[in-house]
């Protein structure tokens, strides 16, 4: 079983409105993380008992430091963006599946709050690379990391920077192609990209981490359908947090 560290915070800054990057001391967890993983991070306020999944951005393992870029969803990640380099929190992982490797000419797609373990991804995946992310205006957060390990195209809800409209709308535009996906982001953007993967051919896995709420296997609110019969439940549901949060497209309804 995992067990819980107190990390020590080494800084935290604001990239955009409501969008907070961290990195936190964590040599171990640094070591064994892998990209498309996640950890559970504790509120420090004792009333609220279940902790907070949240994707890895990096990891850092010569340093031993893992980075979190999230978003503010609630009291608990409220109560994370208030701390200051030095201040500490609990945290679990790294947890879940995360992303399979594989030498294929690979799109990585983000949306929104799923763009941070695309950063992690791109550094890791040796091969050609095109990271997709969308956005609603013109507060790209990440794009520019990302420009280092990937090359980069972006759309936009209102237009304000590339394509005007969604990932799949840039992908079209810019008549790009992959033998591979990588997504993470809201389920509408996954379910598109599942029908346009099977529509293409292409291999696809999405990170269902957006459906999650504690990511330990506590709150069961993370239930999804999938094609596998489970031998021992009779049942095809899978908890994204234990089984996943990353599957094949075509094995998961969304
Ligand atoms: Fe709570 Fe899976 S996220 S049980």
């Keep these: 079983a995992q067990k819980k560290v107190n990390a020590v915070i080494h800084s935290q800054e604001k990239l955009a409105e409501g969008i907070y990057s961290m990195w936190l001391d964590a040599p171990e967890m640094a070591k064994a993380a892998v990209p498309g993983q996640f950890i559970a991070v504790y509120t420090n306020d004792q009333s609220k008992l279940l902790p ?6 990096e990891a850092d393992k010569e340093n031993g430091r893992l980075r979190i870029v999230y978003r503010i969803a609630g009291a608990g990640t409220k109560e994370f963006s208030a701390y200051k380099e030095g201040d500490t929190l609990d ?8 992303f399979p490797l594989k030498k294929k000419k690979a799109f990585l797609i983000g949306g929104g709050i799923g763009i941070p373990p695309m950063l992690e991804l791109a550094k890791n995946l040796d091969c ?7 956005y609603r205006d013109k507060e790209t957060f990440l794009a520019d ?8 195209v972006i759309a936009t809800e209102d237009g304000s920077v590339g394509t005007k409209g969604n990932v799949i709308d840039a992908i079209r535009a810019e ?5 591979i996906i990588y997504a993470c982001g809201p389920t509408p953007m996954l ?11 292409i291999e696809c896995y999405i990170s269902l981490e957006e459906k999650m709420a504690c990511g330990i296997g506590a709150c069961l609110g993370c239930v999804c359908h999938s094609k596998d019969i489970d031998e021992h439940s009779n049942v095809r549901n899978k908890r994204i947090c234990k089984d996943g949060p990353v599957f094949r497209a075509e094995e998961v309804e969304l």
């Design 52 to 57: 907070r999944p949240i994707s890895i951005c």
């Design 91 to 98: 945290i679990m992982g790294p947890l879940g599946n995360g």
């Design 128 to 134: 050609e690379k095109t990271a997709v992310i969308g």
């Design 145 to 152: 990391e990302l420009r280092k390990y990937a090359d980069v």
């Design 175 to 179: 008549k790009l192609t992959a033998d």
């Design 191 to 201: 379910k598109a990209l599942k029908t346009y993967a099977m529509e293409n051919g």
